[in-house]
C-alpha cells in the first residue's frame, strides 16, 4: 500500500505527524512525504522543518494520500498545479483523506461537491463555499474521502483508517504502540471541543485565527503583489 | 521560555511533535529543535526527515527541554557526547521532560536517581537499572522532572505543563487550537493501555519491539564493531 503524505511550507505539523505515525506501522505500508518541491518545508511557524523527499511532479498515484492543514491552505486553495496534482492522485486512490484545513483544499478541487466533510471548526462554514456539507463530527466519512476536525483529529482518523485497511487486531496493536490512550488535563475539561469549550476561550481563539489570516492574506492578495511588483 | 526539543536518528516523530505543537504556541515560547549535528534527522522507520536547525554545541541552556524516544535511545543511553549535553541544559532548566523512551535517556544522564519516573509502558521496568521509580502513570511529575508514557502521552503531557507555565486559560486555547478532544475508534477500546488490552495484542507489541531491538543491539555491540572492523 502506497501511502502519500502531502506536505507544504506553513503546514500545522502534528496535523500530518499525526496520521504518518500510525498508519506508516500498517504491514506492507510505503509511505512518501510529498511537497510542491522536494526539500524541506517549514511549518505554519516557521519553528520545524519537514523533508519533503518528492516533489508532486515525481508523484500521480497513491492508494491512500492525505493532505493536512494549516494556515497556508488558503493559498493552497488557489494554487491550481497543487489543486490539479491532487485530482490526479485522488483519481487512483482508495482513501483520500484530510486533516483539519486540508479539507478546504480537497473541496477546492472539488471532491467534495455534494459530500459531508469536516475541517477545524473555526472554518468549517467555509466547506459549503465549494458545495460540500459541513458536518460537526470528528471524523466525517462520505464514500471514500475521509475528512478529519483540527490538527490532532487526524490521530483518529488514522486509527479508524487502520481498522479499515488492516482489520481491527493489526489497529489496536498500532494504539498500544503508540499508547494512545488520551488523557487531557482535568483542569481543561472540554477545552478541546469548540461545542464544550468556554465561549470565552472560543472567542479569544477565533480572533487570534481571524487576526492572523488576515495578516497573511495583506501579504498574499493581488493587491499585495501589486504593490510589491511597484517597488 | 526557549524551548529545546531534542531530535535524532531514530526518534519516533510523534514523540516530539506532538508537545511542539502545544509548546510552540505559548505566548512568548522561543522553540528551537536540536540534534547531535545540524540537518535533517530520520525518523526510526527512515520515511521522515526532521530538520535539526542547531547542533548540541550550539546549544547549552533552555527554560523547557524536551527529550523524546524511539528504538535510538538504546544507543543514546550510551552516548556520553549526548548525555553530557543533556546534563548541561538540565542545570539550567525550569522544566525537564522526557516522551517514552527519553525518560531511559534522562535516567542514563543520572537524572532520575531517586525519583519516580514513566516511560513506554513495554520498557517500563528499565528505569529502575539507573535508579528511578516506575511508576504507571501517563504523567509523571517529581520536582522539575516530567516524564510521559508512550508516544502520544506527549500531547497530554504538553498541555499538562501549558497550565503550569501559562495558566489555564492559554492552556484551554491551545487544545482548542489543535481541537484535542480525543475520540479513538469505539471499536479499539481500550486498547491505548497496556494494562486493558488484550493480552495477544500485548504479547504481539512486546515480540515485535524485542525483535526490534535484538535488530539494533545485533548492529551496535562491541561484537558487532569488532565483526565490522576485522572485514
Known sequence: MNIVFFVFDGITALDVVGPYEVLARLPGARSVF?????????????????????????IDAADLLVVPGGFATRALER?????????????????????????????????????????????????????????????????????????????????ALAV??????????IQLGIEYDPEPPAALEGAGDAARAPAMIREAVLARMRAREAELE????????????SE
Open 34 to 58: 510529498v511537497g510542491p518541491a522536494r526539500g524541506v518545508i517549514r511549518t505554519d511557524n516557521q519553528v520545524l522543518g519537514l523533508a519533503a523527499d518528492r516533489s508532486i511532479d515525481e
Open 164 to 173: 479499515e485497511l488492516a482489520g481491527k487486531e493489526i489497529a489496536q496493536a
Open 79 to 159: 494554487d491550481e498545479r497543487v489543486l490539479a496534482w491532487i485530482r490526479e492522485v485522488d483519481a487512483t486512490t482508495r482513501v483520500t483523506a484530510s486533516v483539519c484545513t486540508g479539507a478546504l483544499v480537497l473541496a477546492a478541487a472539488g471532491l467534495l461537491r455534494g459530500r459531508k466533510a469536516n475541517t477545524h471548526w473555526a472554518v468549517r462554514a467555509r466547506l459549503a463555499e465549494y458545495g460540500a456539507i459541513p458536518t460537526a463530527e470528528r471524523i466525517v466519512r462520505d464514500g471514500k474521502y475521509a475528512t478529519a476536525a483540527g490538527v490532532s483529529a487526524g490521530i483518529d482518523l488514522a486509527l
Open 218 to 229: 495583506s501579504f498574499d492578495s493581488p493587491a499585495a503583489s501589486r504593490r510589491a511588483r
